[in-house]
């Protein structure tokens, strides 16, 4: 069904790059997602009636919590395929985020009010009825949930979105829900206790527990994560291909939305060759790395002197020194300032974010002492920076 309604409502489907092809999957899975949860809610609120079950009602209210999170999804999708303009030249795609943001907000408030609920059906329980059609209708809308997690999450996976990734979580989290209600209702037959309002507490905790696993996966992308790792090795191996470019390094990515990203590079080139032809290939690289990734990459070239052999060996001694004081470091910008007693060695170190301000004292003065056990006349000027 999921590749039909993808046929019917999607033009040009497989274009996922294409900001108005994310809007229409957006826009497709927030439809659906409204008229599922409409019909699931309804359903849901005349059992609870019928049966007076607060936990039967508290799932129906999720479940209308989770059609008004569709129509915010909409509108999210809708707001990010905007097209870029002077004030946000590089678009709206940040808009999704905030709209997964905002539906979690509302799926915490829907939980903690069922919670206060849940508590007063434990201090005041009311008598449940039970009913095998009860049972079963919530048992079909266990499949109806079960269906619009795995639309969901086809969906997200095909057009890498958080928001339907979470929607398809958010689906097989209310089946879990409503598998607890039955059992609620069906252990509620056997005992006096106010069962009801215990699985009520249980449901309600479930909820907010989905809201703020939401809240944390849209808040991620919106704060600034780090590369993805995939896809910074994609972009180093494609810089690396050419043969002008002896290394990379310094990568950063910037997320606007998913399928918007600005990255910028530093590329070390022989410092000796031919400054223009260089930069054709840096202009060839960075229009290759947006036709095969979709980044756009900013290249900032670096020239070394890669045909000196004294600074070569120079260059290779630091780094076994810097490999060999932790795997984890890395080296790049080696330069050298000759002297009759003294050589400096002008480089940056790669280091985790772990190594704090005292680590980094201590990494530069274990530098220092190992380099002067080849050369007293080494003289480490380092830099540290981050892995971004």
């Known amino acids: ?108 408030l829907v939980g903690f009010e069922f919670f206060k609920t849940s508590i007063d059906r434990i201090i005041h329980p009311e008598a449940v009825s039970f009913s095998a059609v009860l049972v079963v209708i919530l048992a079909v809308s266990m499949l109806v949930k079960l269906w619009m997690g795995a639309f969901n999450s086809s969906l997200g996976r095909r057009i890498e979105s958080p928001v339907l990734l979470a929607a398809g979580q958010d689906s097989r989290n209310d089946v879990i829900t409503t598998g607890v209600v039955i059992l609620g209702m069906v252990a509620g037959q056997f005992t006096t206790l106010p069962v009801d309002g ?67 590079l530093h590329a070390e080139v022989p410092s000796d060759a031919d ?5 054709e290939v840096i202009d060839e690289a960075e229009k290759r790395v947006w036709q095969q990734t979709g980044v756009y990459l900013v290249i900032h070239m670096d020239p070394i002197d890669v045909n000196n052999e004294h600074v070569a060996r120079l260059r290779e001694q630091t780094e076994a020194v810097v490999r060999g004081i932790d795997e984890n470091l890395s080296m790049h910008d080696f330069r050298v300032v000759d002297g009759a007693r003294q050589i400096n060695l002008i480089f940056d170190v790669v280091v985790p974010f772990s190594y704090d301000a005292d680590a980094r004292k201590e990494l530069l003065l274990t530098i220092r002492n190992k380099l002067q056990e080849i050369d007293y006349r080494y003289n480490p000027v380092v830099t540290f920076d981050h892995q971004m």
């Open 198 to 264: 215990y699985v009520g507490v249980l449901v309600a905790a479930f909820i907010v527990w989905a809201g703020f696993g939401i809240a944390r996966d849209t808040v991620a992308p919106l704060l600034g994560e780090a590369a993805d790792p995939e896809i910074a090795r994609h972009l180093e191996e494609i810089v690396m291909e050419y043969d002008c470019i002896v290394g990379v390094h310094d990568l950063i990515v910037h997320n606007y939305g998913a399928g918007r990203s600005l990255a910028s």
């Open 1 to 108: 069904m999921t590749k039909a309604l993808i046929r019917l409502f999607i033009r040009d489907a497989e274009n996922t790059r294409d900001a108005r092809v994310r809007e229409q999957y957006g826009v497709l899975s927030g439809a659906v997602g409204i008229a599922c949860n409409v019909f699931l809610f309804l359903l849901k609120v005349a059992i609870g009636l019928i049966s007076g079950s607060i936990s039967i009602a508290a799932d129906a209210f999720n479940n209308l919590s989770d059609g008004l999170s569709c129509l915010i999804s909409i509108v999210g999708f809708k707001l990010s395929g905007k097209a870029p303009d002077a004030k946000h030249p590089f678009g709206y795609g940040r808009t999704e985020y905030i709209a997964g943001l905002v539906v979690s907000f509302i799926i915490v």
């Open 275 to 279: 400054i223009v032809a260089v930069h």
